[in-house]
């Protein structure tokens, strides 16, 4: 199955297109060649004080590119807080780049504005190119690109085309009738919108494709292959955009010959049912909309079962998507999720208090204050901003007494801790890419452990600073042991955590890693990365073993 190349190529044409041709029509105004033209193409002045004057001042006031440059903003912001990050960033950008190379070019050329008999405040400074044209270029292109990324109805689409092709020509006509630009001047900045705004959305590899190019936008499908069945399993809470959500992934699936069988987590059942319901369906594939929680959930249902998982990272921390290279962006994480490359990861199964049946955890699980402070996050602060939730449970935890903890890691000795925190990781880095565990990798069949143990503030301010700067291996306050088995217990019942969320109390835990227990769609480039490192890590581990064994018979030698 193979994509054609012809969406991307046509953007760029697109985009380089408007460049050349803004660069071409400076070039032809700054050397005084369109200037005749021009003047034959001058509009009629308004009569002064007159009706028509009147509104159309209005609407230059209205049209003014901070007014239209704050409505793109909003935008951008509509669209980071629905978790397209990659057109939030080009709409944002599109503003410095449009705004600033505009008063850039006014300069260079320094061309003069028509006479006009009219008062305006948003008549000042050069001519070309237009910067009102240019600002309503911006808008229009990124209402309509994110008109078209979220894929909404076709009536929606068609009444923005009329309503944004109006828009513009209301600003042209606006600026030529009132004598604030020449109709090169209005062209220029039309381009120079378009442009920039393109340039902005192809960086942040954002494709927008209309309707009408679908054709050339979905991948050669057999048409002997058979439809297959995709379950998608979504929170509620945390696709904040659910039509649109469901609009562009049921255009994916069936872009790819996928029937999707919608499957929504209750404040009940985080997934559990949901994940059964889809294997007994016979899913081909899985795909998880939530925050780690929800994810946990999918994931343990699915272990061992081979059936593929794609991750669409929907929560506060996303901490599996962050350490395995799966992209934010909701619309690229999608894109993963039924184009990556099926990697085997490891999952790690916890047993509490002897239980028989345990549960698997994809990123970290612990005991003591850090679990406090999951248990003491209020959800809809946590909801209202974000990880900022979990600083304001943590000063309410601070005075969380430390337990004391008898720790084994597969056959080797026992450790005995006063511990404030214990932590299982099967990857490493938290939020904002601090290194709490940077030697975890999620498939080398391995899990590890910190412990830290501090006796007072300054035990704790060296640990956080050690680790922070990946300098903690000579802390005598801070373990770190790797192993595939690890047995805790603590001489109190405690709260403690999988993968963010409170998961209860408990006075012992085993930890037991399960190789490759998952198989999950991560980007090709990344996967291959993933390898190579936990080949160089296995190798190394190789080593140490050596090493060991070499001292260990030294050692009997010399007895």
């Known amino acids: 199955m193979s994509e054609r190349r012809l969406p991307p190529t046509l953007a760029w044409v697109v985009a380089i297109g408007s460049l050349v041709a803004f660069a071409v029509l400076a070039g032809l105004v700054a050397g005084g060649h369109l200037d005749a033209l021009d003047r034959a193409t001058a509009a ?102 994110t008109i078209i990324h979220t894929r909404q109805a076709r009536q929606v689409t068609a009444s923005w085309r009329l309503g944004g092709t109006s828009l513009v020509l209301l600003v042209l006509l606006d600026r030529w009738i009132m004598s604030a630009h020449w109709v090169s001047d209005l062209l220029g900045g039309l381009l120079w919108g378009v442009a920039a705004t393109s340039l902005t959305l192809l960086v942040a590899r954002v494709r927008v494709m209309p309707y009408e190019l679908d054709r050339f936008v979905h991948p050669r499908l057999d048409p002997e292959q058979p439809q297959r069945t995709c379950a998608v399993v979504y929170n509620p809470s945390k696709v904040t955009d659910w039509p649109s959500f469901r609009r562009r992934v049921e255009y ?18 985080p ?46 921390g996303n901490l599996l998507a962050r350490n395995l290279g799966v992209p934010l962006d909701e619309t690229t994480a999608l894109k993963v999720a039924l184009d990556g490359v099926d990697t085997p990861i490891d999952l790690v199964r916890l047993t509490v208090d002897g239980e028989r049946e345990g549960e698997h955890f994809t990123v970290m699980a612990g005991l003591g204050i850090d679990a406090v402070i999951m248990a003491a996050t209020n959800p809809d602060l946590k909801r209202a901003v974000g990880s900022a939730a979990y600083f304001v449970a943590a000063a309410r935890s601070a005075s969380h007494p430390p337990v004391h903890a008898t720790i084994r890691v597969d056959d080797g000795p026992v450790l005995r801790r006063r511990a404030s925190v214990i932590v299982i990781g099967n990857v490493g880095f938290l939020q904002g890419g601090i290194p709490l565990m940077p030697e975890a990798k999620a498939n080398d069949g391995l899990l590890d452990l910190l ?61 037991e890693v399960v190789p490759g227990a998952l198989v999950l769609r991560l980007p090709a480039a990344h996967r291959q990365g993933l390898v190579d490192e936990v080949s160089m890590a296995l190798a190394a581990a190789d080593a140490q073993r050596v090493e060991r064994r070499s001292e260990a018979s030294q050692a009997t030698a010399s007895a």
């Open 271 to 316: 997934g559990r049912a949901m994940t059964a319901r889809a294997l007994r369906e016979g899913a081909d594939l899985v795909l998880g909309a939530g925050g780690d929680g929800t994810i946990r959930v999918v994931c343990d249902g699915l272990a061992g079962t081979g059936v593929p998982f794609g991750l669409i990272p929907a929560g506060t």
């Open 252 to 269: 994916e699936l069936a872009a790819r010959r996928y029937t999707p069988l919608w499957l929504e987590t209750t404040v009940g059942d």
């Open 451 to 511: 412990v830290a143990s501090p006796a007072g503030a300054k035990d704790w301010a060296r640990i956080v600073t050690r680790v922070l700067t990946r300098r903690d291996r000579d802390e005598a306050k801070l373990d770190r042991l790797t192993g595939r088995r690890v047995s805790i217990r603590i001489d109190r019942t405690d709260w403690y955590e999988m993968d963010g969320d409170t998961a209860g109390r408990c006075s012992s835990m085993v930890a």
């Open 44 to 145: 009629r002045p308004l009569r002064p004080g007159s009706p028509a004057e009147e509104v159309f001042s209005a609407v230059a006031l209205l049209t003014m590119p901070v007014v239209l440059y704050t409505v793109v903003v909003g935008f951008g912001l509509w669209c980071a807080r629905h978790r397209l990050r990659n057109l939030a960033v080009a709409v944002l950008a599109a503003v410095p780049l449009a705004w600033g190379g505009n008063y850039v070019w006014k300069h260079l050329v320094e061309r003069e504005r028509p006479p006009s008999p009219h008062e305006l405040i948003s008549a000042t400074g050069y001519a070309f190119p237009s910067g009102h044209a240019t600002a309503v270029a911006v808008l229009v292109v990124t209402v309509s690109a």
